[in-house]
């Protein structure tokens, strides 16, 4: 099972910003689907952010107008450029690539998280 490889987590101030990135070992096509997640203690996990093979990206309201994802080519890396950020953005965040691969089959890979603090 292949496991992306998360950097870019840390621990800063209010105000202050932070870029996560994502990158997939091993063998593959293309990505055609990335997305970033958060969770935070006794929360639910939140789709952060979202890009699509074609360009489409969307965020959720909470980060929307903070945060970018944006990728470097159609094999990644996939990154998460989150400024402003504010002590509700504590959280691990995790990366999620639909790439294509072996077989021109779709396959789903996530990260191991990395954790994001804020102080206030």
């Known amino acids: 099972q292949v496991q992306l490889v998360e950097s870019g987590g840390g621990l800063v101030q209010a105000g202050e910003s932070l870029r996560l990135s994502c990158r997939a070992p091993g063998a593959f096509y293309s990505i055609k689907y990335a997305n970033w997640y958060r969770q935070s203690p006794g929360k639910e996990r939140e789709t952060v952010a979202g890009d699509s093979h074609d360009g489409d990206t969307t965020y959720a309201d909470s980060v929307n107008g903070r945060f970018t994802i944006s990728r470097g080519n159609d094999r990644g890396p996939v990154f998460l450029q989150m400024n402003s950020l504010k002590p509700e953005d504590t959280a691990v965040y995790y990366c999620?690539?639909?790439?294509?691969?072996?077989?021109?089959?779709?396959?789903?890979?996530w990260g191991q998280g990395t954790q994001v603090t804020v102080s206030s």
């Open positions: 999620n690539l639909r790439v294509i691969g072996a077989g021109l089959k779709l396959y789903d890979y």
